[in-house]
């Protein structure tokens, strides 16, 4: 008996050493999407982008296309605002980053982005998800930057 008392009370003992469950870390939780480092480069994959000069003619032919085909409709290459901004120095207010991820990241740019935000409130209608691909907004991005007079 003696024996069982003394073996329930090192257990006891262990028991309360024993190191807590693991808590789980909110911010592992939080998407890398939704983290925001500088919010002059918007929210989405494109944390960073090099530019190049002088401009590559066949990104600027594939951006212009993409334009053409999905972009068009709503934003004209002035600075006229249609459904949606005009693009005229749009590269000059904006960074590249900015730029592409709202190009890819429209939803959650438009619900957590201030800048984006603002536009919705000016221009009062949602930008559609178009599902470009990153390598399309980059192409997008150098047709603006030719648009906006860079060579």
Same mark, same amino acid.
């Given at each position: +008996?003696?024996? #069982?008392?003394?073996?329930?009370?090192? +257990?006891?003992?262990?028991?309360?050493?024993? !190191? /807590?469950? !693991?808590?789980?870390?909110?911010?592992?939780?939080?998407?890398?999407?939704?983290?925001?480092? $500088?919010?002059?480069? &918007?929210?989405?994959?494109?944390?960073?982008?090099? #530019?190049? %000069? !002088?401009? /590559?003619?066949?990104?600027?032919?594939?951006? #212009? $296309?993409?334009?053409?085909?999905?972009?068009?409709?709503?934003?004209?290459? *002035? $600075?006229?605002?249609?459904? =949606?901004? =005009?693009?005229?120095?749009?590269?000059?207010?904006?960074?590249?980053?900015?730029?592409? %991820?709202?190009?890819?990241?429209? *939803?959650?740019?438009? $619900?957590?982005?201030?800048?984006?935000?603002?536009?919705?409130?000016?221009? #009062?209608?949602?930008? !559609?998800?178009?599902?470009?691909?990153? =390598? *399309?907004?980059? *192409?997008?991005?150098?047709?603006?930057?030719? %648009? /906006? &007079?860079?060579?």
């Amino acid at each position: +008996m003696k024996n #069982l008392i003394i073996l329930l009370s090192a +257990m006891v003992t262990l028991g309360a050493c024993a !190191p /807590d469950k !693991p808590k789980t870390d909110e911010a592992a939780k939080k998407s890398p999407v939704a983290e925001v480092v $500088d919010p002059t480069k &918007g929210i989405g994959q494109v944390k960073n982008v090099t #530019l190049h %000069n !002088p401009l /590559d003619a066949e990104r600027v032919q594939r951006g #212009l $296309d993409i334009y053409e085909m999905k972009c068009s409709a709503c934003h004209k290459l *002035d $600075d006229q605002r249609v459904v =949606g901004p =005009g693009f005229k120095d749009v590269t000059k207010r904006r960074k590249p980053e900015w730029i592409m %991820n709202m190009i890819t990241n429209v *939803d959650v740019m438009l $619900d957590q982005d201030e800048e984006a935000q603002k536009l919705l409130e000016l221009c #009062l209608t949602r930008m !559609p998800n178009q599902n470009v691909s990153i =390598g *399309d907004a980059r *192409d997008v991005l150098e047709f603006m930057r030719q %648009n /906006d &007079g860079e060579k």
